[in-house]
């Protein structure tokens, strides 16, 4: 089963603008990690946020994590026609395996 | 390419044969680990060497599945008597060493895309 829950399962957005994705899980965890896929492909590692941050950044990302209520956002600013992807979050609660959502579909119009 | 590699990346096989899939994790990376994912959903643990040591596997995994790490340097996942269902994306991922409890970022591979007639 999933650990956890990603919001909203779709986006379409136009280039340029934000895009806000969440992300609920159910279990205490170490930290919380944000992936990419393209259509059909592997996963690239974007972030990892520790159980005791609250915020992170890295270049066009910034991720949120609220362990009290057990939630995540990940936030991508100034969209890219190349930010059209799958976004995963995946937890670890200390025992090495990722726990993933389902993840949320992300469109960039040009 | 140093990153982790996987063969085929893609088998079309019908149903009751075996597969294997193999996975060459970026070098002198001791943690490896199987993932399966389907259609619309993220990926799912299947199992994790640390070394050569295969130290957990998901109830996942049936008895049908097996996976090994002989010589703690590449891996391979043999799916036997195939089924429709097994019909997914193979995921390999590796990690480097590091303390315990401290957990590090996993590199995936491209995948292996199963498909069972």
């Known amino acids: 089963s999933q650990q956890g829950e990603e919001d909203p399962q779709a986006l379409s957005i136009q280039e340029g603008e934000n895009a806000t994705m969440n992300c609920s899980y159910k279990t205490s965890i170490n930290n919380l990690q944000w992936y990419r896929q393209n259509s059909g492909r592997g996963l690239v590692h974007l972030i990892l946020?520790?159980?005791?941050?609250r915020e992170k950044h890295s270049g066009r990302l910034r991720v949120t994590l609220d362990t009290s209520k057990k939630s995540s956002s990940l936030l991508i600013t100034a969209s890219r026609a190349a930010d059209t992807a799958s976004y995963f979050c995946?937890?670890?609660?200390?025992?090495?395996?990722?726990?993933f959502g389902a993840g949320t579909t992300v469109t960039v119009r040009a | 390419d140093t990153g982790v590699s996987q063969d085929p990346r893609h088998k079309i096989t019908k149903r009751g044969q075996n597969v294997t899939f193999r996975c060459d994790p970026i070098s002198e990376h001791n943690r490896l680990y199987w993932y399966r994912q389907t259609l619309g959903q993220g990926p799912e643990f299947l199992t994790y060497?640390?070394?050569?040591?295969?130290?957990?596997k998901s109830r996942l995994l049936s008895d049908r599945f097996s996976a090994e790490r002989p010589k703690g340097s590449f891996s391979t996942l043999e799916i036997q008597r195939t089924e429709q269902g097994d019909s997914a994306m193979y995921l390999c991922a590796s990690s480097p060493p590091g303390l315990a409890g401290v957990f590090n970022e996993q590199f995936f591979g491209p995948g292996t895309r199963l498909t069972v007639l």
């Open positions: 995946a937890t670890d609660a200390g025992d090495y395996k990722l726990s």
């Open positions: 946020i520790r159980s005791n941050e």
């Open positions: 060497f640390q070394n050569e040591a295969q130290l957990e």
